[in-house]
């Protein structure tokens, strides 16, 4: 007699470790539990049980005979607040903080952000950055001891305006207070997602918007006048040029030991060696000011 053929449904495509994956959990279903559980327990006691706490607002609380012990009074304390005579007072108080921290704080890190991106060196960029980054990781309690030093009597910005008063006693000053401190706290750190955004932009971009804005036209100038001065500077030491350039970038002839003593100072191209082996620099001026011009001309001499 033959035997009865069975069949097999096997997963197709995709499905197949999908399927794998359900098994392997469910045969080790402890390890994953495990795992779990102490994020499960975490969030138990630190979220949802103290959101018994929102209870204390409908009683007349008393901490001695507890949440379940305390007498249930209703909406009396809400109504009692909102019937206060200056419920009106800490309701414009508390719009005012939040409108102005949201514009006075709103623009600084992105403003912050534009400010880093025009640093050039990266390790200058890096110091600047982990000062600015420092303050969010302060504590509230240090923070406003140093808030409240500085603005003592004795404290820094008495001494540089030359005056004694104490601004925390000031109910004039404890909004700027307090919105300044949150924006030197968390301004350096909230503008890392815009620094990232800025270094990731392309360059084709950032040259379009130099033409758009008209700011091609001025370096164009400054370019071409940092190459004149260059190329007047190169003619009084005695420097030939391989080339009378015109244009905004000078070719001087230099021997390979000033070459070398130049690359650990400033950046330059080698366009190419002269008849008697000198190699002929390219040095422009686009991003170059008149003091690294004359720095440049002072290592030559």
């Given amino acids: 007699m033959s035997k009865p053929q069975t069949s097999a449904v096997v997963p197709k495509g995709g499905n197949t470790k999908l399927h794998n994956s359900l098994v392997y959990i469910r045969q080790h279903w402890q390890l994953y539990a495990l795992f779990i559980m102490p994020a499960f327990v975490l969030t138990i006691?630190?979220?949802y049980i103290p959101m018994g706490g929102i209870a204390i607002a409908f009683m007349d609380y008393n901490p001695f005979a507890g949440i379940f012990?305390?007498?249930f009074v209703g909406m009396y304390h809400f109504e009692r607040f909102l019937t206060s005579p200056d419920f009106l007072s800490y309701l414009a108080n508390t719009l005012k903080l939040s409108v102005f921290g949201l514009l006075w704080g709103f623009p600084a890190p992105i403003l912050l952000a534009f400010l880093l991106n025009r640093i050039l060196s990266k390790s200058r960029k890096q110091k600047i950055q982990l000062v600015l980054y420092m303050p969010n990781f302060i504590s509230v309690i240090v923070l406003c001891g140093i808030v409240r030093i500085?603005?003592?009597?004795?404290g820094m910005i008495n001494m540089l305006l030359g005056t004694n008063y104490n601004f925390m006693t000031m109910p004039e000053a404890f909004r700027t207070i307090y919105i300044a401190s949150g924006i030197w706290q968390g301004a350096g750190w909230a503008s890392i997602i815009y620094t990232a955004a800025l270094s990731?932009?392309?360059k084709d971009l950032k040259e379009a918007a130099i033409l758009d804005g008209g700011l091609y036209l001025s370096l164009a100038a400054h370019s071409n006048a940092l190459?004149?001065?260059?190329?007047?500077g190169l003619r009084a030491l005695g420097i030939p040029?391989?080339?009378?350039?015109?244009?905004?970038?000078?070719?001087p002839l230099l021997p390979d030991g000033v070459v070398e003593r130049l690359a650990a100072h400033a950046a330059f191209e080698i366009q190419q060696l002269s008849g008697d082996g000198r190699p002929c620099v390219r040095f422009t001026g686009w991003s170059t000011t008149e003091a690294e011009g004359d720095a440049l001309l002072a290592l030559l001499e």
């Fill in 69 to 71: 012990g305390s007498e």
């Fill in 150 to 154: 500085l603005l003592s009597p004795t």
């Fill in 45 to 47: 006691v630190f979220r």
């Fill in 200 to 202: 990731n932009a392309s």
């Fill in 227 to 232: 190459a004149r001065r260059l190329t007047k």
């Fill in 241 to 251: 040029l391989l080339v009378d350039s015109p244009s905004n970038q000078a070719f």
